[in-house]
């Protein structure tokens, strides 16, 4: 009798599968496919100010042939946590830099450049850290697009950033780097208020 008792209110509590469920149902996947269309890269802009953070990666399964990032992390503008990954290249000159690629796995990427403070020796050539600059990191984030028509690319923006390479309680290195806007000539002298 209890069981018969328990089974006739499971039927009265489900909801009736009518018009007006279908509607509220194609209503919700509508929402949930406009809201996984959202780039997170599309909210950063010429105005974002955030905090940049990279610390060393190491894949646990590593597949031949396939490039990993040599440092991963993320940049936090305050209103979102963007995931970045940076893999070790060099310029022509022969520079070594962390080439940036901001943005989740499957989504549009914008991408950047994280560079030491480095000056190239005039007897041969080569690109070597400042004295007492040694942990100074800075570059620059940048959304560039094709030109319709054309194998060129425009700049839409830049970000600066400046950091330094630290240590962690663990004695792990990692980089920590304050972004901001792009400095334009005639800026007031406060443009760069907030970010240090």
Same mark, same amino acid.
């Given at each position: 009798?209890?069981?018969?008792?328990?089974? %006739?209110?499971?039927?009265?509590?489900?909801?009736?599968?009518?018009?007006?469920? #279908? %509607?509220?149902?194609?209503?919700?996947? %509508?929402?949930?496919?406009?809201? #996984?269309?959202?780039?997170?890269?599309?909210?950063?802009?010429?105005?974002?100010?955030?905090?940049?953070?990279?610390?060393?990666?190491?894949?646990?399964?590593?597949?031949?042939?396939?490039?990993?990032?040599?440092?991963?992390?993320?940049?936090?503008? %305050?209103?979102?946590?963007?995931?970045?990954?940076?893999?070790?290249?060099?310029?022509?000159?022969?520079?070594?830099?962390?080439?940036?690629?901001?943005?989740? +796995?499957? +989504?549009?990427?914008?991408?950047?450049?994280?560079?030491?403070?480095?000056?190239?020796?005039?007897?041969?050539?080569?690109?070597?850290?400042?004295?007492?600059?040694?942990?100074?990191?800075?570059?620059?984030?940048?959304?560039?697009?094709?030109?319709?028509?054309?194998?060129?690319?425009?700049?839409?923006?830049?970000?600066?950033?400046?950091?330094?390479?630290?240590?962690?309680?663990?004695?792990?290195?990692?980089?920590?780097? +304050?972004?901001?806007?792009?400095?334009?000539?005639?800026?007031?002298?406060?443009?760069? #208020?907030?970010?240090?």
């Amino acid at each position: 009798m209890t069981n018969a008792k328990n089974t %006739k209110t499971a039927r009265t509590a489900a909801p009736a599968h009518d018009e007006d469920m #279908d %509607k509220l149902v194609t209503e919700a996947e %509508k929402q949930f496919a406009h809201r #996984d269309q959202v780039q997170l890269v599309d909210l950063i802009d010429a105005n974002t100010r955030g905090v940049l953070t990279l610390f060393p990666y190491s894949p646990r399964n590593v597949e031949a042939g396939k490039v990993y990032p040599v440092m991963t992390g993320h940049l936090d503008t %305050k209103r979102v946590k963007i995931p970045v990954s940076a893999f070790a290249k060099k310029t022509e000159e022969g520079r070594e830099f962390l080439s940036l690629s901001i943005g989740p +796995q499957g +989504q549009n990427h914008i991408g950047g450049a994280v560079f030491r403070q480095e000056e190239q020796n005039q007897t041969n050539g080569l690109w070597e850290l400042a004295p007492g600059k040694e942990n100074d990191r800075y570059g620059v984030i940048g959304k560039t697009v094709q030109i319709e028509g054309t194998e060129d690319y425009e700049t839409v923006f830049e970000l600066r950033f400046y950091g330094k390479r630290r240590l962690s309680g663990a004695g792990v290195p990692y980089i920590k780097a +304050q972004v901001y806007p792009e400095r334009k000539a005639g800026d007031a002298e406060n443009a760069m #208020d907030g970010c240090f």
